[in-house]
């Protein structure tokens, strides 16, 4: 099959760190002028560097952002039933209107059950079954989303227009973070959505139909430039770390980036594609959640 360039020039680049920002700026706006104090909570298990820097940062946007923001660091060997009872007393906080749990956890602890343990009013990161099923039979206004797929349909909406209906999508991995939830939310849309994942055959067939490409299956540059419609918009979720042959590392997507550039209309790098959304998009969740918590008590 002959791909040829969507026009003289590459790909437009979709900039998640401006769009983030904009966001930021319409949540912090919507504090101050709301008089509305939102509270968010993390909890850190272990010392993972990686986790850690992420916790922080979403701390520091979250005060940025007019929040009341706590965190709570735990020790690798901490018990499930620790996690729990703390879990339990942030459920009970009325200044507490988002809880947020560091994902991975240390094995010994099960994490759907600290999941479920979390209230879903709370559940700002939007994994509990009850926002899952709200969100699968289109129930949006009263469940909290998944904050990656929300800040992906953010971008796709910027580079395509909002008006998505008809649309093939198409994602590339089926996770309950990303995958399931993205599809919901693009159906939502009036999208007709494609999912490929490690059973699908001819793969590379079902995603040359998409009209929007969304890759997130944490495989580095699995998606080459064969595999992509001229024209189409193309979503990189993925982070994946790769050392080159002088022993060098970077962060790269699960797009081909050098090459889908000269056949996509449109596509988020890696980095500051669709990462910066996803903190975006959680403060976004629980200013929304601190708002419904507000004409409850009313």
């Known amino acids: 099959m002959n791909i040829v360039p969507s026009s003289s020039a590459e790909a437009t680049i979709i900039n998640g760190n401006?769009?983030?920002?904009?966001?930021?700026?319409?949540?912090?706006?919507?504090?101050?002028?709301?008089?509305?104090?939102?509270?968010?909570?993390?909890?850190?298990?272990?010392?993972?560097?990686?986790?850690?820097?992420?916790?922080?940062?979403?701390?520091?946007?979250?005060?940025?952002?007019?929040?009341?923001?706590?965190?709570?660091?735990?020790?690798?060997?901490?018990?499930?039933?620790?996690l729990l009872r703390i879990i339990d007393g942030l459920n009970a906080d009325p200044a507490i209107h988002g809880i947020l749990v560091q994902f991975p956890l240390p094995?010994?602890?099960?994490?759907?059950?600290?999941?479920?343990?979390?209230?879903?009013?709370?559940?700002?990161?939007?994994?509990?079954?009850?926002?899952?099923?709200?969100?699968?039979?289109?129930?949006?206004?009263?469940?909290?989303?998944?904050?990656?797929?929300?800040?992906?349909?953010?971008?796709?909406?910027?580079?395509?227009?909002?008006?998505?209906?008809?649309?093939?999508?198409?994602?590339i991995g089926r996770s309950n973070i990303v995958g399931k939830p993205?599809?919901?939310?693009?159906?939502?849309?009036?999208?007709?959505?494609?999912?490929?994942?490690?059973?699908?055959?001819?793969?590379?067939?079902?995603?040359?139909?998409?009209?929007?490409?969304?890759a997130a299956v944490g495989v580095p540059k699995l998606v080459k430039a064969t595999w992509v419609k001229t024209g189409a918009v193309v979503i990189d979720v993925g982070i994946n770390r790769e050392v080159n042959a002088n022993g060098n590392a970077s962060l790269v997507g699960d797009v081909d980036f050098a090459e889908v550039c000269a056949v996509a209309s449109a596509i988020t790098p890696v980095p500051g594609g669709v990462g910066p959304m996803t903190i975006a998009m959680l403060l976004q969740n629980t200013l929304d959640a601190a708002r419904r918590a507000s004409r409850r008590l009313k």
């Open 18 to 82: 401006e769009t983030a920002a904009a966001i930021l700026g319409e949540v912090r706006g919507a504090v101050e002028r709301e008089r509305i104090t939102p509270g968010l909570a993390v909890v850190l298990v272990g010392s993972d560097p990686a986790s850690a820097v992420y916790v922080r940062n979403k701390g520091n946007r979250a005060k940025e952002c007019g929040f009341f923001s706590r965190q709570i660091d735990l020790s690798a060997d901490a018990s499930e039933s620790e």
């Open 107 to 171: 094995r010994h602890i099960n994490s759907q059950r600290v999941i479920e343990s979390i209230d879903p009013a709370k559940d700002v990161d939007g994994f509990h079954y009850a926002n899952a099923g709200r969100l699968a039979i289109g129930a949006i206004d009263s469940a909290l989303v998944p904050c990656t797929p929300l800040g992906v349909v953010r971008l796709i909406k910027q580079a395509s227009g909002s008006n998505l209906s008809g649309k093939h999508a198409v994602i």
């Open 182 to 214: 993205l599809a919901n939310l693009l159906l939502q849309e009036s999208c007709t959505v494609s999912i490929v994942h490690s059973k699908t055959l001819k793969p590379e067939a079902l995603c040359r139909q998409a009209d929007i490409l969304i």
